[in-house]
C-alpha cells in the first residue's frame, strides 16, 4: 500500500520496483516522525495549494497553523522535504515503470484528524469544512500532475480510515464524552466525488481506501473511484466476512474495481498466515457472491490491507513478495 516501516526510501523503492513492477508507490515512511505521516504529508500537499491548511505539530497529533499568507511552519517544511525526497528516489528507482501510485489522506479523515487552534477538530466548523472540501480537489489534481509528469499512467489513491467514523458520529471531541454530528452521506459522497474528478481530470486513476470494517462500499462506489481498497481480513463467527456482501458483489459487478487487502501481517514481523489461505480469503469471498474468477479478474487486484509500516524491516519484503505470491496463483487459477 506505500506505508513502510524504516526511515529510508531508497529500501521501500527497491522492494516494490522489484516485487510490485507494475505499481509501485511512493513511499510512505511514518517512523521518520511527525511530517512523514498519513495526515503531515497531506497537509503539506494541502497547503502548497491553499496555504491557510498549514499545519503544526501538538502532544496529540496536527492543528492548523493559522497562518494565512504562507506555509513555511517547521512541520511544514519538514514534510515538505521529506515528500521531495521520496519523490526523487522514486523517480530514480522506478524508471520505465508503466505507472505508480501516490496516497494521500481523505479529506473525512483530515477533517476527523486535524485541530483548529480553538483545539476541537475541523468537523466542529462548518466554514472550516467548506474551505476544506473546496480546497482538497486542487491538491489532488496537482499530486496527480506531477506523477503524469514522470509516469504515463497516474494512480492517486485517497485514504480515508475515518469515514465510517465520521458518518456514524463515532468521532470524540476534546473532553471524550461527546462526539461530533455526523456528516450526512451526500455531504461526504459529493466531497469524493469532487476529489476523484479532479484527480481524472487531471488524467490519473483514483483509488479510494478504507482499512475500517464495514466500509461505506457503495458511496465508495458512488464516487466514481477507479477502484474501492478495502481490508477483507475481518471475519465473522459464520465465516463471512466484515464487510456487507451484497454490497461487495454490486461493486464487483459494476465498472468500478476492488483492491482485496486479503494479505495480512503480523505487527513486528512478517505474513500473518499461509499463501494458500489468502488466496482462499479471495476465491471464498467470490463463491458466496456468485462471481466466476474469470469474470472478477479484470476488476481485482490484491493487497495487503494498509500499509505495512509497523512490520519489521525484513517482514515488509516478505510480505510484499506474499502479495505477488498471491496474485500468481490467481492469475494461474484464471489461465487455467
Not at 29 to 36: H, N, V
Not at 44 to 57: D, H, K, S, Y
Request: proline content about 8%; glycine content about 10%; charged content about 20%.
Amino acid at each position: 500500500m506505500g506505508s513502510f516501516p524504516g526511515t529510508e526510501p531508497a529500501e521501500p523503492v527497491r522492494i516494490m520496483a522489484g516485487e510490485n513492477p507494475a505499481l509501485p508507490s511512493i513511499p510512505e515512511l511514518p517512523a521518520r516522525g511527525p511530517g512523514a505521516d498519513m495526515v503531515g504529508r497531506a497537509l503539506a500537499l494541502l497547503a502548497q495549494v491553499a496555504p491557510e491548511f498549514a499545519g503544526e505539530t501538538t502532544p496529540s497529533g496536527w492543528r492548523l497553523a493559522g497562518r494565512t499568507t504562507d506555509a513555511s511552519t517547521t512541520a511544514m517544511r519538514r514534510a515538505t522535504s521529506w515528500l521531495r525526497q521520496d519523490w526523487d528516489t522514486a523517480e530514480d528507482g522506478y524508471q520505465g515503470a508503466p505507472s505508480c501510485k501516490v496516497a494521500i489522506a481523505g479529506p473525512w479523515t483530515l477533517a476527523a484528524s486535524v485541530e483548529l487552534r480553538n483545539g476541537h477538530r475541523m468537523l466542529f466548523d462548518p466554514g472550516a469544512m467548506r474551505d476544506l472540501t473546496t480546497a482538497y480537489p486542487a491538491m489532488a489534481a496537482a499530486a496527480a500532475t506531477r506523477l503524469r509528469d514522470t509516469w504515463p499512467a497516474a494512480v492517486v489513491q485517497i485514504d480515508e480510515p475515518w469515514l465510517p467514523g465520521v458518518l456514524a458520529a463515532r468521532i470524540k471531541t476534546p473532553s471524550g464524552l461527546d462526539f461530533y454530528r455526523s456528516v450526512a452521506a451526500e455531504d461526504a459522497r459529493r466531497a469524493l466525488t469532487e476529489a476523484v474528478a479532479a484527480v481524472h481530470n487531471a488524467g490519473a486513476a483514483a483509488i479510494l481506501h478504507c482499512c475500517a470494517v464495514p466500509a461505506p462500499i457503495a458511496l465508495m462506489r458512488e464516487t466514481g473511484a477507479d477502484a474501492v481498497s478495502l481490508d477483507l481480513t475481518s471475519q465473522r463467527a459464520d465465516g463471512r466476512g466484515g464487510h456487507h456482501e451484497e454490497a461487495l458483489g454490486t461493486l464487483l459487478e459494476s465498472d468500478c474495481a476492488l483492491v482485496a487487502g486479503a494479505v495480512p501481517w503480523r505487527l513486528g514481523g512478517g505474513p500473518a498466515e499461509p499463501v494458500a489461505a489468502s488466496v482462499t480469503r479471495v476465491t471464498a469471498l467470490l463463491d458466496r457472491l456468485g462471481i466466476p474468477l474469470d469474470d472478477a479478474a479484470p476488476r481485482l487486484a490484491v493487497s495487503t490491507p494498509c500499509g505495512v509500516a509497523g512490520a519489521s524491516p525484513d517482514g515488509a519484503r516478505a510480505v510484499t513478495q506474499r502479495v505477488a505470491h498471491v496474485v500468481g496463483i490467481l492469475h494461474r487459477e484464471v489461465s487455467a
